[in-house]
């Protein structure tokens, strides 16, 4: 990964549209296709929905990966009404998450329920065990260090596994602190290409 292009986008699913994560997340998306990224979500309702609205708000280009159960009656990763440019179909929800993991080259992340812990967990995991290749996070919410902190003081968090996530409070700040990504990545790039031309 040399240049940071596609945010994938996790989060609440019953966030309504009048609540004020939705609206946050409409203005993150918005301010980030601004930028020029490609805003990557599960095509569902709530967090999801609003991140294409406001991608789409400003022209910028959307990307859903999502899939059709026919045993999970409770599956809120499908919405008719989330138009993006692009929709993926996978065959079951594993391989949707792995796709949004797939797809994303940095993890936005809100407050959510159990399926966005999952998605949290899977893509913090991934950025610890290819730490200096990885994919970074970004939380956003303050409550996000109560979380943090409860994971170092009851569970066994190597210091790598701190070092791959930003947590921020601001729309200024997610734009900070993908530019901060970037440079780390550009960085570990140079320093490789310098090891190679060494030898």
Known sequence: MSKIQRLTFLGYADAKEADELFKTVFEVAKLCAQKGYTIVNGGGPGVMKASTLGAKSVGGKTIGATFFPKDIPVFEGRDETNTVDKLIIENNYVERTLKLLELGQVFVVFKGGTGTISEFA???????????????????????????????????????????????????AVIEAIGSFQEEINRRKHKHQRQIFSI
Do not use: C, T
């Open 122 to 172: 899977m893509a913090w995991g991934l950025a610890r065990l290819y730490f200096g290749h990885h994919k970074p996070l970004i939380l956003y919410g303050n409550f996000w260090h109560d979380i943090i902190g409860a994971f170092i003081k009851g569970m066994y968090i190597k210091p790598e596994a701190r070092r791959v996530f930003k947590i921020v409070n601001s729309l200024q």
